[in-house]
């Protein structure tokens, strides 16, 4: 049972322009959210969260924003540069903040 | 400042034999942990998470195991490895956001 959902597999966006990626959520016990990016044979950093008591968070070029009724969360980033290429993860916080649950990623490519 | 280690950073082993990963944590006190695995081409899976010593919750049912002898260390084994163990394994610490190790490259030959 999925209970985090990243649909699309992969983006690819050209430089200076918008990136958008999408998550989706089942589990209404869900009370944070993460984005997280991904380097090949690194370990994820973290990038934005948000609190499901807001509805959007900022953090330079980062974007998240959250719709609850939805069920839906997406990051944006603004301008996508080459340096953002990666495997970016959606994670949400259940069973009192005991577990973070990761979607599959979106491998994103900006080019040049 | 919190920091997390973790070893070996590859690691080939054969089919059967036994397997250990450690993974530390420095500068925090009682934290979550986690194993997480990531096999090729897919997301992050969640193997395991711990909330206290000697405490373990295990998420999917398979060839591993986990313990956590002290606060702030962290060991995933199995006794014998299949070829399917082979992944990326991921250790993380916790206090509302996760932190992660480098990983580890495991392959079963």
């Known amino acids: 049972d999925q209970q985090v959902k990243q649909n699309s597999p992969s983006l690819s966006v050209q430089e200076g322009r918008i990136s958008i990626l999408n998550c989706d959520y089942t589990?209404?016990?869900?009370?944070?959210f993460l984005w997280y990016k991904k380097y090949p044979a690194e370990g994820p950093t973290f990038l934005i969260s948000i609190s499901s008591i807001k509805d959007k968070n900022e953090d330079g070029r980062f974007t998240v924003f959250l719709n609850k009724s939805a069920k839906h969360l997406s990051l944006h980033i603004v301008p996508s540069q080459p340096g953002d290429s990666a495997v970016y993860f959606c994670a949400a916080r259940s069973e009192y903040g005991n577990k973070l649950v990761f979607g599959a990623g979106t491998i994103l490519r900006v080019k040049s | 400042s919190q920091t997390i280690h973790q070893w070996p950073a590859t690691l080939v082993q054969p089919v059967g034999s036994p397997l250990s990963l450690e993974c530390t944590v420095e500068g925090t006190s009682n934290p979550n942990l986690y194993w997480y695995r990531q096999a090729a081409g897919r997301g992050l899976q969640l193997l395991f998470y711990?909330?206290?010593?000697?405490?373990i919750s295990s998420e999917v049912p398979q060839n591993l195991s986990a313990s956590r002898p002290q606060d702030r260390q962290f060991i995933l084994s199995s006794k014998k490895l299949l070829l399917s163990d082979s992944g990326f394994y991921l250790c993380a610490w916790s206090s509302g956001k996760a932190f992660f190790g480098q990983g580890t490259r495991l392959t079963v030959v």
């Open positions: 589990n209404s016990m869900f009370d944070y």
């Open positions: 711990s909330v206290g010593i000697g405490q």
